[in-house]
């Protein structure tokens, strides 16, 4: 009697957890749910067969942006380390087969300069058209690179006029660190130009050196070997980045900007160095051509 008043009380909820129980089973989708244990599961491709999947294939490298100084220490100021240095590669054309290599060598340093720097025993590398130092053929009529560890300093004494200004920072107080403003003189000049002796075989690097240490200038360097010269960090405590991000320190010699560093220019009797502040890359002080090559 009770099984019959009571059997579909007992029967429905077995039949409901029955069937729940089946949709559990093959419904899931989740990994588990269909009890057996599997890995981490992939999405599906949308590709068709044999091509790649769109996480195969890599994405376009980033280059960093090189530093706006970073190619200005062969030029007075501002030395590139290795590690933010970038250099761009050099087109080589492709050789045809009536080409000798003699020839495609003199291309590749068909620049301005180049044969007569070559004629005048510049070693310049036919692979990319600088020197072993990354010199770009100097302009005729200019002074070759001398290297320092072959400078043969004589006591044959000679004079050069040598001066420091600062004076394109009169025309960028907006962008000078502030607490560099008491600096900065009024005329410009930290050395108005002055008669100096200096001795055969020394670079603009010694005399300036030499210089500041006599007038109680602060003058502060490293040694670049990639530029095989001095890297002039500051003077009289202005350094480069104090009044811009491509603010810094260049020379000129007798109204030419050499695209060499100090140390490896060898005075000559008469010459008139002057080393310059500049806020923006030399285009302030008629010294951009550097920097363009």
Request: aromatic share 10%; proline share 10%; glycine share 8%.
């Amino acid at each position: 009697m009770w099984w019959k008043k009571k059997r579909w009380k007992v029967i429905v909820p077995v039949l409901i957890a029955a069937l729940l129980a089946g949709a559990f089973w093959y419904g899931g989708g989740a990994p588990g749910l269909h009890g057996w244990t599997v890995g981490e599961s992939s999405p599906p491709s949308s590709t068709a067969p044999g091509e790649p999947s769109l996480s195969s294939v890599p994405g376009p490298d980033s280059a960093a942006s090189p530093s706006p100084n970073a190619q200005a220490q062969g030029y007075g100021w501002a030395a590139p380390s290795p590690t933010r240095e970038t250099q761009t590669p050099v087109p080589q054309a492709s050789p045809s087969a009536d080409t000798s290599p003699e020839e495609t060598d003199a291309a590749a340093v068909n620049s301005p300069g180049a044969a007569d720097s070559q004629a005048q025993n510049m070693e310049i590398d036919p692979a990319t058209g600088k020197d072993s130092y990354r010199t770009d053929p100097v302009p005729s009529g200019k002074p070759l690179p001398a290297e320092p560890q072959d400078a043969v300093i004589s006591d044959k004494a000679y004079t050069c006029t040598l001066s420091i200004s600062c004076a394109s920072i009169l025309d960028h107080q907006d962008w000078l660190v502030p607490e560099k403003a008491e600096l900065i003189p009024e005329d410009g000049w930290i050395l108005a130009p002055t008669e100096v002796t200096f001795y055969e075989g020394e670079s603009v690097f010694n005399v300036l050196q030499r210089t500041c240490k006599q007038n109680g200038l602060h003058m502060e360097f490293e040694h670049t070997p990639m530029y095989n010269s001095a890297y002039i960090e500051g003077i009289s405590n202005l350094y480069e980045f104090d009044c811009g991000e491509r603010s810094g320190w260049m020379y000129q010699v007798n109204e030419w900007f050499p695209n060499y560093g100090c140390s490896r220019y060898a005075l000559k009797d008469g010459d008139v160095v002057c080393w310059e502040y500049t806020c923006d890359l030399g285009v302030d002080i008629g010294g951009s051509n550097v920097l363009e090559g």
